[in-house]
């Protein structure tokens, strides 16, 4: 098989050289396209192995992301709850001059 590069040099000139390889081959149509269809089953198979891949990364991801945002839920009720059972400014207010007036009547 003759193996045909172009070198191009320092002068902007361009020289072809030919390359025989020690093994002659000859190149039949049927191997052509055994060769093609090959190469078409392998690209095939590594983008459905990629396909699958991304897929179960994807999946993976959204059950990560529907955790968190569980517990994120979670965490607003709690935050809510802890708020709700908090004192308020007046009621706070109230219950230091109650003692307050409590203190001085003793």
């Known amino acids: 098989m003759a193996d045909t590069r172009t070198l191009s040099s320092s002068s902007s000139t361009t020289t ?12 039949s149509p049927s191997s052509d396209a ?15 192995q990629m396909e699958e891949k991304f ?7 959204m059950n990560r992301m529907n955790e968190l945002g569980k517990k994120i839920d979670s965490l607003e009720t709690n935050l809510g709850d ?13 219950t230091n001059s109650s003692k307050q007036q409590n203190k001085s009547e003793k």
């Open 16 to 27: 072809t050289t030919n390359v025989n390889n020690s093994v002659p081959t000859t190149s």
């Open 82 to 94: 802890i708020i709700s059972h908090l004192p308020t400014e007046e009621s706070s207010t109230q």
């Open 55 to 61: 897929m179960a990364a994807s999946d993976q991801m």
């Open 34 to 48: 055994d060769n093609i269809n090959g190469l078409t089953t392998y690209v095939n198979t590594i983008f459905h």
